[in-house]
């Protein structure tokens, strides 16, 4: 089946059901549908035939949206090729294949999970990482109420040891979620955490969140720090870290492009969480970063309250995306 008749049977799904994560996906998608959308539309009445000029401008619209520059051409060499082997003209004709295409783009014929791979013999061990400032912690608050809302023992550890405030701040959230909470200040994050792993393991903890510095200015201090945090919890738990989710601001756009390159290279990212998705127009990073990066997004947060963070759903999202053209 087309994801095309996929989403039509989403949209009635949702009148069927009025389910609550579609609702989330539309609201939180809202700015980028409303100035993506509406330029294609527009795109559609100005070109009623399929022409090189009616590509370039589509080029911009895509680009606009923030689905990245390789991301876009890529795109539109899969989109030329299926106009000509289908003998496409009419420019209506052409949304349900740029529906299409977008969704194989992220794909990519992979097996994509956005669960969390959990421990089944014990304590989840997953770490946090990403540069300040992007909603890193309160995506740990968020996770942490997730996993409590299914029952899991939850504690969070604070690794970011030297930041003022950092410590506090994830305490306040420890205690608004009702989650257990280690944290020392100004020492050796590393020791923190073996600390605070003891304490999880002596507690019966199911999952484990562990804060991060996010120092990105100078690599190298941060790969020895992150290596030799790996290197504890390992010790401790083997096999773990089972996650390390890079956090990364949505509206920050190609700048997250590059914090996911950075942090690809000096730690072992198993998935990224794209925060204030809900607050941008440049929904389209979505597809950017996983196309340029070769990273699954686990996560999305689309609003402030507690349950606006959502697994990721390909099919919600182009949903949230292309949902009046259905």
Same mark, same amino acid.
């Given at each position: 089946m087309k994801i095309f008749e996929k989403l039509k049977n989403i949209v009635k799904r949702e009148k069927e059901t009025n389910k609550e994560s579609l609702e989330i996906y539309d609201k939180g998608l809202e700015k980028t549908r409303n100035e993506f959308v509406s330029k294609l539309n527009l795109l559609g009445i100005k070109y009623t035939k399929v022409?090189?000029?009616?590509?370039?401008?589509?080029?911009?619209?895509?680009?606009?949206?923030?689905?990245?520059?390789n991301t876009v051409f890529n795109f539109l060499n899969r989109l030329r090729d299926r106009v000509k082997k289908e003998k496409i003209e009419d420019t209506k004709n052409l949304m349900e294949i740029i529906i299409d295409e977008l969704f194989i783009i992220y794909v990519n014929n992979e097996s994509l999970t956005t669960k969390l791979n959990l421990n089944q013999n014990g304590l989840t061990v997953v770490l946090m990482v990403g540069v300040n400032g992007v909603g890193k912690t309160t995506t740990i608050a968020k996770l942490a109420y997730k996993y409590k809302q299914m029952g899991k023992k939850v504690m969070m550890i604070a690794g970011d040891t030297f930041r003022a405030g950092a410590v506090e701040q994830l305490k306040i959230w420890a205690d608004k979620t009702d989650s257990l909470f280690y944290g020392k200040e100004n020492i050796d994050p590393a020791g923190v955490i073996y600390d605070g792993l003891e304490e999880a393991l002596k507690n019966n903890v199911d999952i484990v969140f562990i804060d991060t510095a996010g120092r990105l200015q100078n690599k190298v201090n941060l790969m020895k720090e992150l290596e030799k945090i790996n290197k504890v919890i390992g010790k401790l738990i083997p096999g773990a870290p089972h996650e390390t989710l890079l956090v990364i601001d949505a509206a920050t756009g190609q700048n997250g492009i590059m914090q996911a390159t950075s942090f690809k290279e000096i730690t072992n990212i198993t998935g990224l969480v %794209?925060?204030? %998705?809900?607050?941008?127009?440049?929904?389209?990073?979505? %597809?950017?970063?996983?196309?340029?990066?070769? %990273?699954?997004?686990?996560?999305?947060?689309l609003g402030e309250k507690m349950t606006d963070l959502q697994e990721f759903d390909i099919e919600e999202y182009i949903y949230g995306l292309f949902k009046e053209m259905m």
């Open positions: 022409n090189e000029a009616y590509f370039e401008e589509l080029e911009d619209i895509l680009i606009s949206a923030d689905i990245g520059v %794209l925060t204030k %998705l809900d607050g941008t127009a440049k929904g389209g990073i979505v %597809l950017a970063i996983k196309e340029e990066v070769g %990273l699954p997004v686990k996560f999305i947060g």
